[in-house]
């Protein structure tokens, strides 16, 4: 196992416990609206801290991109090495006791991601991989699905929790409808790390959500190319992480979602 990587899965483990503790007095939360529909708790901060402390006694060169705490001092264009942390996402499920969660990190060496963890704890399943060595969870290699038509395919996305905005609001509607009817089905879990990491295990067969953050996309990515899938904006690109506008699936479901969802591609 890369030396980083092995990093990277003590600082989850670490994080998680602080989760873990916190999920037996979820009525003890302090929780803070960040913005409409958008939640922060103590706990959230507690853990980006734990894991933060792990990578930087490993690493203290290191730059940090973390969604609470966001970008460290030395994080700018000579940082060959940044760490893209999301303490716990799906902090809505968290708050509400609803066991869909996770830890997410990954490592961005010279602008590719090249390690990624993602941690569930309520499940104990570990995601784990190193660019170029695979996908792993719990220490067994995985693969994307091998299903071929996306009528029988089992999609993943998110819903818009932060729009308020009309037209977006309907433009999503549009999509879910075109969606549901071209699928065997559509999950709306609510951690887009997970989903992620789900496709790359072959839960589901493909996933596509708009406006997401590189600490939600940035691990559950790698998991999926080194499975053996793709992903991609809405018209197949490589430019997703920092626009936030994710395809991903097997080769064959994600060349069908490009095709179904590129008219709705950010312009």
Not at 203 to 210: A, I, N, Q, T, V
Request: with cysteine; glycine share 8%; aromatic share 8%.
């Amino acid at each position: 196992m890369h030396p980083m990587l092995n990093t990277a899965i003590k600082a989850a483990r670490r994080g998680a416990a602080v989760i873990s503790r916190a999920s037996f007095d979820l009525d003890l939360l302090e929780v803070a609206k960040k913005a409409h529909n958008d939640f922060v708790t103590q706990v959230d901060q507690a853990a980006e801290a734990a894991i933060i402390d792990v990578l930087k006694n490993a690493y203290p060169d290191h730059a940090i991109l973390a969604e609470e705490s966001g970008a460290s001092a030395n994080l700018h264009d000579e940082n060959e090495n940044v760490w893209i942390i999301d303490p716990i996402d799906g902090t809505t499920n968290f708050i509400h006791g609803f066991p869909q969660y996770c830890v997410s990190i990954a490592l961005q060496h010279r602008g590719q991601i090249t390690q990624a963890v993602i941690y569930d704890p309520t499940r104990n399943d570990l995601f784990t991989a190193s660019k170029g060595a695979g996908a792993y969870l719990n220490e067994k290699r995985i693969r994307v699905s091998k299903r071929v038509r996306i009528a029988d395919g089992l999609i993943g996305t998110g819903f818009p929790f932060s729009v308020t905005d009309g037209p977006v609001m309907d433009e999503y509607i549009k999509m879910f409808r075109v969606m549901t009817q071209n699928c065997a089905g559509l999950r709306r879990p609510g951690s887009a790390a997970l989903d992620l990491a789900y496709v790359a295990a072959g839960r589901l067969d493909g996933f596509f959500e708009k406006g997401l953050k590189p600490w939600d996309i940035a691990a559950g990515t790698l998991l999926i190319t080194e499975s053996g899938g793709i992903v991609g904006n809405f018209v197949g690109d490589s430019d997703y992480l920092y626009k936030g506008d994710v395809l991903a699936g097997n080769p064959k479901i994600f060349a069908q979602l490009v095709s179904l969802l590129s008219p709705y591609a950010t312009k």
